[in-house]
């Protein structure tokens, strides 16, 4: 997905986006009955350029089954993907998951193409409110950009994701990548690209969830 955010770094990067598709979690099955978690995002969710099983959804699943609760995550996160095409296949998922809880973490793929904020706060919005009409809580997992971008648009992106979890009365993630991406050395958590941080972040990403997703368990 995206661009690393480190302030000695602020070159925006050309990536080519590759779908992900569907995927469980080793040992994971489809489930409408037992208490699903459903995750709605992009590459940092689709384990872009790591091996299979390593990133922080796969790990969120690890440590659920190591605290013996009983929850199967669904890692519907495709690598690419925008608020726009994330809200275009919400429906589908909820009818075939019936989830317990939705994790949204998109939007910055929106910031990346220089889509519209209004847009993307509307995506996300309409996406929550899906979620919660059919009977799931919602963890939205906010972005932030690069300081290329400008401290103005940034302050109105963390703005956006505040409104939405304001208005739907849902759970926010300020920064998913809150000590990865932020700090003096954050470019030993990115892979050669510079843009997708490399397995050994993935922890940290779990970590700066865990306590909103905690937090709705049901």
């Given at each position: ?201 993935h922890p940290t990403m779990l970590a700066n969830v865990w306590p909103a997703i905690l937090k709705n368990l049901p």
């Open positions: 997905m995206l661009f690393s955010f480190a302030r000695r770094h602020c070159n925006v990067l050309a990536v080519t986006l590759i779908g992900v598709g569907l995927w469980l979690p080793a040992g994971a099955a489809p489930s409408t009955t037992a208490n699903t978690l459903l995750v709605v995002g992009d590459s940092l969710s689709a384990e872009y350029g790591l091996k299979r099983g390593s990133g922080w959804v796969a790990l969120l699943q690890s440590r659920l089954d190591k605290e013996k609760r009983a929850v199967t995550v669904v890692n519907a996160s495709i690598s690419g993907d925008t608020t726009s095409g994330g809200r275009s296949r919400l429906d589908a998922l909820l009818e075939q998951h019936r989830p317990r809880l939705v994790v949204i973490e998109l939007g910055g793929n929106d910031a990346l193409r220089g889509l519209p904020l209004g847009m993307t706060r509307d995506n996300l919005q309409a996406m929550t409110l899906a979620s919660q009409r059919a009977g799931a809580k919602v963890v939205l997992v906010g972005m932030q950009v690069p300081p290329n971008y400008g401290e103005d648009y940034n302050r109105q992106m963390q703005a956006a994701y505040a409104e939405v979890a304001k208005n739907t009365k849902s759970t926010l993630v300020p920064f998913f990548l809150k000590g990865v991406a932020d700090g003096p050395n954050a470019m030993q958590w990115f892979q050669a690209d510079r843009i997708h941080p490399t397995e050994a972040a």
